[in-house]
């Protein structure tokens, strides 16, 4: 560690270059809109530069901040995982419900939803099995976000409340909550990582 922090103290201590210009740019005539810098000769070339301000490095981070750059590092990483998984929900919801809406009976919603499931299974089984808790925790308030319902609501509107309820059993015994909502205030942080996947497009749905 000592020899990166000697670098760190040496480039705060000396000027920085700044190789933002050519030799052919720096030698433009001194305009009413130029700026004045000072420069150093270095060959041909007339390069810019400034000197930086004194910064103190240290050798690691306080107690407590590594933790919270632990806890957000954890948490940003879970809702990289997870997102495009609540983004595919929230479609295959949306599909699932327009094609109920056109069966003419229990019967026929039943066998649906038994093939959707075994579906769904096949393609998204092994993925999300491989999810830790803590991921599928995050998962659960996304999918939240994403649909509006959470996973408790979800279940038992399609398979109904004794089955809600058997899965919200197994769901506890493994620290996890069907009922888990997200709230922008309370869950702040991951709207903030959701933001930034938005903007910058890091995601995808899975299909």
């Not at 407590?64 to 595919?88: G, I, Q």
């Amino acid at each position: 560690m000592r020899p990166l922090k000697n670098i760190f103290l040496y480039l705060s201590l000396v000027m920085g270059v700044c190789l933002c210009s050519s030799n052919a740019s720096a030698q433009q005539a001194h305009g009413a809109d130029s700026i004045a810098l000072h420069a150093v000769v270095v060959g041909t070339d007339t390069i810019p530069v400034i000197t930086l301000a004194i910064f103190d490095v240290v050798d690691k981070l306080p107690k407590a901040l590594r933790k919270e750059r632990e806890r957000w590092t954890r948490l940003r990483n879970a809702v990289y995982v997870t997102y495009p998984y609540a983004k595919s929900a929230a479609r295959i919801l949306k599909d699932v419900n327009v094609e109920l809406a056109k069966l003419p009976n229990g019967r026929a919603r039943k066998a649906y939803l038994a093939s959707k499931e075994k579906e769904l299974k096949a393609q998204f089984g092994d993925k999300l099995t491989n999810l830790s808790v803590y991921q599928g925790k995050v998962l659960m308030k996304l999918i939240d976000r994403e649909t509006g319902q959470n996973c408790f609501e979800i279940i038992k509107e399609l398979k109904g409340g004794f089955n809600a309820r058997v899965w919200q059993t197994v769901a506890f015994f493994f620290g996890g909550n069907l009922k888990s909502d997200y709230d922008k205030q309370e869950d702040k942080d991951i709207e903030v990582i959701v933001q930034e996947l938005e903007q910058y497009q890091h995601y995808r749905a899975f299909n």
